[in-house]
Every structure is written in C-alpha cells, then in structure tokens.
C-alpha cells in the first residue's frame, strides 16, 4: 500500500511504483493506496484521490476533517482486507503519521518515505516515527544523522526526482508545444500544489508579472528581446479552471497554462518564482534561478511560524546550507517585492551565473550516485520486507 496527499507525493509514489517493476520483474505487484492521477498511470489503484484530501492549515484541515476521516477509514479498511507486506507513506505528516500508529499496531511493516521534517519544527513527533516506523527512506542528505541520532532506523536513498528532472524538449520544441515564442524571455510561476497555496500565491505572482511586463527591459536586461511570457507548469492536484478562477480575480495580466510539462517549462524559464515547497528542489535540479515566496493567512502565519525552527525556509537554501536564492515570507511577498528581485537577478548576469553553480552543487548533494532515488527507495522496500 502506498500512501500520498500531495502533487508531490504522488510524482514520488510514481517513480516507486515503476523502479518496484522495473527493478523486480519477478515479483507480481498489488499497489493500491492514494494518490493522483501519475500514481494511477504508474499502475496503482488509488482507492483514495489526492484531489480530495490536499489541504493545507489549520482552518482548511477542520473544514476538510469529514473528508480525511473517510479516507482515513477507506485506507485502513483496504489495509486490514488485503493484508499488504508492506505500507509506504510519503510525506503528508499529519495524516500518514496517524496511519502509520494504527496500521503499526495491528502488526503492519510501515516505510515512511520522505519523511516528516521534524528536524524543522515540531521535532517531539519524532518519538512516534521511532515508535510506529520500521525504516525511514530519507531524500535529504543532513537527515540521516538526525534520525540515527534519535535511534530511528534511516537510509539516505538521494533525491527522487534528481534524475527526472531534466528537459526532454528543445526551447523551440517547447515553444512550438505551448504556443510561445522561443525569442522572448520565459518566467515560470509555480504557486503551489493545494487550492489555498493557489489562493494566497496566485495574485501576488500575477501582480509581479504585471509589473515586470511594464518595466520589461529593467527586467531582463539585454538577454533576450521582446516583452517576458509568463507561464504556469500546472501540478497534478490542480486544475486548469482553479487556475482561472484565481486569476479573473486579479488586475489582468497575459499568461499561459502548461499541462503535463513542468520541467520542460523550468528548464527553457530565464527565472522561476516558486512557492516554497518540492516545486523549489525541481527549479534548483533543472538549475532556474528563482524567488521562492511564501504566503498563508494570518492566523495560520501567527500559528505555524512559532513553531519552525529555522531562519530560512526554502529547501533549496536548507540543502545548501545557506541562503543562495532570494526568500519572501508573508508579508514580504508582495507583487512589488517579486518584482524587485526577479530584476535585480537578471539584471546581474554575474549574480545569475554564481547562482545556477549554486545550484548545480545542491542538484550534486541530492543525488546519492548512479541510482536514481527512487531505485534506492525500491530496493529499500523490498530488503525491508525481506527483513535483510
């Protein structure tokens, strides 16, 4: 059984799901659990659709609490049913935490895979990992001593996504794709996985990109000619019409939707702004600068912001240690702000050059060596369950 509530997590669920086949053709394989619609191509039944279950917040998560609660029961139900050899959760801490203690309980091997970022904030949830996880398959090399420490049984596997990232198109095979021209300057927005991520990021980037689009040459220098495109690499738990729906409310501002081509849409993007999140480890592996933003509602800001501990947020920064791409926290991110730094970065070709080797390096730390991460993940799995 495989459990994911996110866009990302169901990218990751994926990528296991095909390594698990394609790296032990001799075993039969019954996935099933939750996810979305990559999951579901990668041959899982996805009992539960993330869609229905993406929400971030505390307001958000008490609205949706009848929702959780029956994929809650669906999941444990199918558990207890068909009787997996083993249940592999991904991210999605606050739900998969509160499986992982029942389905542990009642005798069930349970892999948590990109775990939980306790080494973050609420760090006293590592007591139940220790309790209710058999093996922790981490992505981010500084976890491991975090968990051995904590006496969690932990494998760095390298980043799922640090050999998927990469364009499989030409710029003018791209451009051609999604109606751009390939003269002009590309900026990617990337606002988020979840409808409140879309809500709260959507009209700021769009009142950047309006701004920018009046001031086009302070913006992009001499690099490219022509007014910027703006494009919106649209993640699996969203759809196109959340999209327009959030931007028939905002002052207008010319863009494009792109379906099913998110790296692509990196990769051939002079800069990238990003809501904070996997979609920032995606930029840094494709090596787009970017701005990485982050806004949520006050009360939910007031609440969660106590709790991290840490002066930066942005996983790119994290990785690297430091702070090698711009962050705007709440306040701070407003369409002013994004603008501001998007020029000064293109308009610092120096600047853009030390970044990208930044990033380079970070997209170096991910990768744990020939082996994709998901490959090491599914061997991971199936020592576990061989109990090796």
């Known amino acids: ?12 669920g994926a990528s296991l799901a095909r ?49 959780l ?72 090399p500084f976890e491991v001593e975090f968990y051995k420490n904590a006496g969690v049984k932990v494998e760095y596997v390298g980043h799922p996504l640090s ?76 759809r196109r019409d959340d999209i327009e729906a959030v931007a028939r409310m905002a002052k207008p501002v010319e863009f494009k939707i792109v379906e099913r081509d998110t790296y692509n849409s990196l990769s051939h993007s002079e800069i990238a702004v990003v809501a904070s999140g996997t ?19 006050e009360f939910n800001w007031r609440l969660i912001r106590p709790l991290i501990h840490l002066d930066t947020f942005g996983m790119v920064n994290l990785i690297a240690g430091r702070r090698i791409v711009p962050e705007l926290m709440q306040h701070a991110a407003t369409g002013d702000n994004i603008a501001r730094e998007v020029t000064a970065i293109l308009s610092d070709p120096s600047r853009i050059s030390r970044m990208r080797n930044e990033l380079k390096l970070v997209r170096d730390a991910l990768t744990a060596d020939a082996l994709s991460g998901a490959d090491h993940a599914a061997h991971g799995v199936i020592e576990e369950i061989r109990g090796s």
Not at 1 to 12: L, P, Q
Not at 48 to 57: C, K, L, S
Request: one cysteine or more.
């Open 163 to 238: 050999a998927a990232v990469h364009a499989t198109k030409s710029r003018d095979e791209f451009c051609r794709s999604h109606d751009l021209d390939p003269a002009r300057p590309i900026f990617a927005l990337l606002p988020g996985s979840r409808l409140k991520e879309i809500h709260y990021h959507l009209p700021v980037m769009l009142d950047a990109a309006r701004r920018l689009t009046a001031n086009r040459q302070s913006a992009i220098g001499n690099r490219k000619s022509g007014d910027p495109q703006f494009i919106i690499p649209l993640a699996s738990t969203v």
């Open 69 to 140: 609660y029956r994929a809650y029961r669906t999941l444990l139900e199918a558990a207890r049913l068909r009787r997996p050899s083993a249940v592999i959760l991904i991210d999605w801490p606050d739900f998969n935490m509160r499986l992982a203690r029942k389905l542990h309980r009642e005798g069930f091997k349970v892999i948590y895979y990109v775990g939980p970022q306790v080494w973050a904030w609420r760090k006293y949830r590592i007591h139940a990992l220790r309790r209710d996880v058999d093996r922790m398959l981490v992505i981010l």
């Open 279 to 297: 979609a920032t480890v995606e930029a840094a592996l494709a090596g787009t600068p970017m701005v990485i933003i982050y806004r949520a509602s």
């Open 1 to 12: 059984m495989i459990v994911a509530g996110e866009a990302s997590g169901d990218k990751h």
């Open 19 to 67: 390594a698990l086949k394609r790296l032990y053709p001799e075993i039969s394989f019954d996935l099933f659990g939750s996810g979305g619609e990559e999951m579901r191509a990668a041959g899982v039944e996805t009992l539960v659709d993330a869609r229905e279950v993406a929400v971030i917040g505390v307001p958000e998560i008490a609205r949706a609490i009848g929702r």
